[in-house]
């Protein structure tokens, strides 16, 4: 039985009693991303993996054109209509399956009348990717049970065309990418802007991926992200001035980056600090350079090497495109302070949320210890700790007979 709620059956049973149908289960992970970060709406490189951690969903269909939704950690449920689906704040997380069954049904799959029963074990809002977990496994479910035969990719584009459109979070792809394509050992190596992938495996054996979750609330998130997106379209305008053909800041490479710096500083870019907008431009560039390069050392078991990227893309991150904040920092500091650790990044959007740190098997321990004390010191607050496996991308479950 892979779901790790004993009553959970009861529950489920209780909110959807019906004999319309027999219940369907289906699990979605969440992502980690190991390197490439703010690069994905910039057309570069990203290096996620899936996670064991992720969202169950327990759907049955029913016999009339009513969707219901409903969690274990709300006792609110959420009715709305199968032809009336619109987004509305009080639908809350519901939203986010309402955006898929929106989007499907304007691409001519129609959802049929559901109780979806949603349950999960990642930290929300954390930049593991709950929300695109929520709307793979939506968009696999409907799939499944319309047989309307699209692949992975189409459903991981409509996920995020889905929190884009209808959720209104103008996100890059590779969350609803790598919740969808994701394979146990692999981490995916992606070119947001073609699309094209690579699974490469992750030679680790002797190390764990070690998640800290500063428990700092993401309160700039939002806002920042939307500014640093404003600020890379400033200088891809620029950039396309006298590089016509290139569509995305990630396309330059870094030996071009002095001639584009040198463009960026004396043409400016209105609106904008042209310092500004030259250290967010070279994060994009080198970081999407290091995303790819990393991809190659994991395949060819270069820890080391690998993990001195991971320290490189903090740095950036922290120093040019500034979306670290005192809590990611802290966390980042200790882990690099700490007996065993072969590199440590913040990973998502920043500004709270997690990192990601690689860390010698037999130091975990030590290491989770050593980075617990120090944070607590610097900040006041106390992380809490996953140490991950990298697991499948969205999939269906065995059926549970009721
Ligand atoms: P997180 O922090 O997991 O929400 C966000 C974006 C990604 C990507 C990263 C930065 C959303 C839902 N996702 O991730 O597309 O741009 O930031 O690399 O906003
Ligand atoms: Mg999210």
Same mark, same amino acid.
């Given at each position: ?80 209509? %199968? ?14 399956? +309402?955006?898929?069954?929106?989007? +499907? ?16 074990? +990642?930290?929300?809002?954390?930049? +593991? ?63 947001? $802007? ?25 309160? $700039? ?7 640093? &997106? ?33 463009? $960026? ?69 200790? %882990? ?21 740190? $690689? ?13 617990? %004390?120090?944070?607590? &010191?610097?900040?006041? &607050? ?21």
């Amino acid at each position: 039985m892979p779901i790790p709620w004993p009553n959970l059956l009861d529950h489920i049973l209780a909110f959807s009693p019906g004999d319309t149908g027999e219940l369907r289960a289906y699990f979605a992970p969440g992502r980690v991303n190991l390197i490439g970060e703010h690069t994905d709406y910039n057309g570069g490189y990203v290096l996620p993996a899936a996670l064991t951690m992720g969202t169950w969903l327990v759907v049955r269909p029913r016999a009339d054109r009513r969707l219901r939704f409903a969690t274990t950690f709300s006792h609110h449920v959420v009715e709305v209509d %199968a032809d009336d689906v619109q987004f509305r704040p009080e639908q809350d997380f519901a939203n986010y399956p +309402l955006g898929v069954i929106d989007v +499907l049904g304007r691409r001519g799959v129609e959802a049929p009348g559901m109780d979806l029963f949603f349950f999960g074990n +990642l930290p929300i809002g954390a930049g +593991l990717s709950s929300s695109a977990s929520v709307e793979v496994v939506t968009a696999f479910a409907i799939n499944d049970l319309t047989g309307a035969g699209l692949d992975r990719e189409s459903l991981a584009v409509i996920a995020q065309q889905a929190e884009n459109e209808f959720v209104g979070v103008n996100c890059g792809v590779m969350d609803q990418f790598s919740v969808a394509m994701g394979k146990k050992d692999m981490a995916l190596s992606l070119n947001c $802007l073609t699309l094209a992938y690579e699974l490469v495996p992750v030679h680790s054996e002797g190390y764990r991926l070690v998640i800290a979750n500063s428990n700092a609330p993401r309160k $700039l998130a939002g806002s920042k992200y939307n500014e640093r &997106r404003a600020e890379c379209e400033a200088a891809l305008a620029v950039i396309k001035r006298r590089f016509p053909d290139v569509q995305a800041l990630a396309e330059i490479e870094p030996s071009q980056w002095s001639e584009v710096e040198a463009l $960026l500083r004396t043409e400016g870019a209105p609106g904008f600090e042209a310092e500004v907008v030259v250290r967010r431009a070279r994060h994009v560039i080198m970081e999407s350079h290091r995303a790819r390069e990393a991809a190659r050392l994991l395949a060819d078991g270069n820890i080391e090497a690998f993990g001195e990227l991971m320290n490189a893309s903090h740095r950036s991150l922290r120093d040019d495109y500034e979306v670290t904040g005192e809590a990611l920092d802290a966390l980042v500091e200790a %882990a690099w302070s700490a007996e065993g650790c072969i590199g440590s990044r913040m990973t998502g959007a920043g500004f709270g949320g997690c990192t990601v740190s $690689l860390v010698r098997d037999d130091a975990v321990e030590a290491f989770t210890n050593h980075v617990q %004390a120090a944070y607590q &010191r610097a900040t006041g &607050r106390s992380p809490s700790f996953y140490v991950t496996d990298i697991g499948d991308g969205v999939h269906a479950l065995p059926a549970l007979d009721a």
